[in-house]
């Protein structure tokens, strides 16, 4: 079974600080990994993935097998990065995605 | 990137009638289609998904027979709720993929709300 856990569902944080996202997930194979943003009255949409290795508005996630993490960072946090993120989780079917609970991130002036 | 359209994003339907709600891919040919359903202040819980032109496979506990799925084309896919109720107040969301494409992103759309009175 595929299951993502995202621990905070709030987050706040002052402009300029550091912030990081949890995600956890359990799955038996070797899963692909995204972050999806969601900022407010918008529609769904993928941030980054995993396999990309990319920063996305200055956002990265590391993919950590040992610790079955994929943690989203990003160095200073911006107003304009408020919004809801969801992890998701693909498995090797390369079917479905499992979301995450969301975590609703405020960054604050 | 690629462009899903739900259509209504709102509707308020009387308890025991049915609702139709459309998802298209505006730019690219859509072959599996995934119908979400959103609580308030809760994750996305996948329904179903849809191959065109095959049966949807819906996700464990979700009645087939009351959400009536249809992917006939490239481009579209029909969500039905049927005699709908109270409960099945909820927002609903749709993606899209495309062909041959295993693990790239899924496009989607803006979701409905649905009010069941």
């Known amino acids: 079974a595929q299951r993502v856990t995202q621990p905070e569902k709030l987050l706040s944080v002052f402009k300029g600080a550091p912030v990081e996202l949890k995600c956890n997930y359990s799955?038996?194979?070797?899963?692909?990994l995204f972050w999806y943003v969601q900022y407010s009255r918008q529609r769904l949409q993928l941030l980054l993935r995993?396999?990309s290795r990319e920063s996305i508005k200055g956002f990265t996630a590391d993919l950590n097998k040992g610790e079955t993490s994929f943690h989203l960072k990003k160095p200073f946090a911006q107003e304009e990065d408020s919004a809801m993120y969801y992890c998701?989780?693909?498995?090797?079917?390369?079917?479905?995605?499992?979301f995450g609970e969301g975590t609703q991130l405020t960054v604050n002036p | 990137g690629a462009v899903v359209s739900q259509h209504p994003s709102r509707v308020i339907c009387k308890s025991g009638t049915s609702v139709k709600i459309e998802c298209r891919s505006l730019?690219?040919?859509?072959?599996?289609m995934f119908w979400y359903r959103q609580f308030p202040k809760q994750s996305l819980m996948l329904m179903a998904t849809?191959?065109?032109?095959?049966?949807?496979?819906?996700e464990q506990g979700v009645e087939k027979d009351k959400f009536l799925i249809n992917h006939a084309s490239l481009t579209l896919s029909t969500l039905t709720v049927t005699s709908a109720h109270p409960e099945d107040s909820s927002f609903y969301i749709c993606?899209?993929?495309?062909?041959?494409?295993?693990?790239?992103?899924?496009?989607f759309g803006q979701g409905t709300r649905l009010t069941v009175v």
């Open positions: 998701a989780l693909m498995g090797t079917s390369g079917s479905r995605l499992t």
């Open positions: 849809s191959n065109e032109g095959s049966k949807a496979t819906y």
């Open positions: 799955y038996s194979g070797s899963p692909e």
């Open positions: 730019d690219f040919q859509a072959t599996t």
């Open positions: 993606s899209a993929r495309g062909p041959g494409q295993m693990n790239t992103e899924a496009f």
């Open positions: 995993h396999i």
